[in-house]
């Protein structure tokens, strides 16, 4: 049985960072695209960071380029989502994703691409 579990939401002033972790088990990931997206109250789910399969290629949405950085751990099958200069418009639940085989953004970037979903984890930033 797959499991995806985040951990690191919290709350913080704008500026702070936070690191999200999501560990995955039942499986291993290593040929599969891992990615974070987050939804906000009365808002559809977004796209926020992904890594591509193939060579780890990292992908981005404009929001949080320069801000956010995406890794993962194959061998302890976990991605993270390191999060610094915090904005209000960053609060949302953030899920992370396990899809599969792509290198192209636009499938990557697609929350129907992905197979397994975690729980979330919620961040709060005031200002």
């Known amino acids: 049985q797959v499991q995806l579990v985040e951990s690191g939401g919290g709350s913080v002033q704008a500026g702070g960072s936070l690191r999200l972790s999501c560990a995955a088990s039942?499986?291993?990931?290593?040929?599969?695209?891992m990615g974070w997206f987050r939804q906000a109250p009365g808002k559809e789910r977004e796209f926020v960071a992904t890594?591509?399969?193939?060579?780890?290629?990292?992908y981005y949405t404009d929001s949080v380029k320069g801000r956010f950085t995406i890794s993962r751990d194959n061998a302890k099958n976990t991605v993270y989502l390191q999060m610094n200069s915090l904005k209000p418009e960053d609060t949302a639940v953030y899920y992370c994703?396990?899809?599969?085989?792509?290198?192209?953004?636009?499938?990557?970037?697609?929350?129907?691409?992905?197979?397994?979903w975690g729980q979330g984890t919620q961040v709060t930033v005031s200002s």
């Open positions: 994703a396990i899809g599969g085989y792509s290198d192209n953004y636009s499938f990557l970037s697609a929350p129907e691409n992905y197979e397994f």
């Open positions: 039942g499986r291993t990931f290593s040929s599969y695209s």
């Open positions: 890594t591509s399969w193939s060579a780890g290629r990292a």
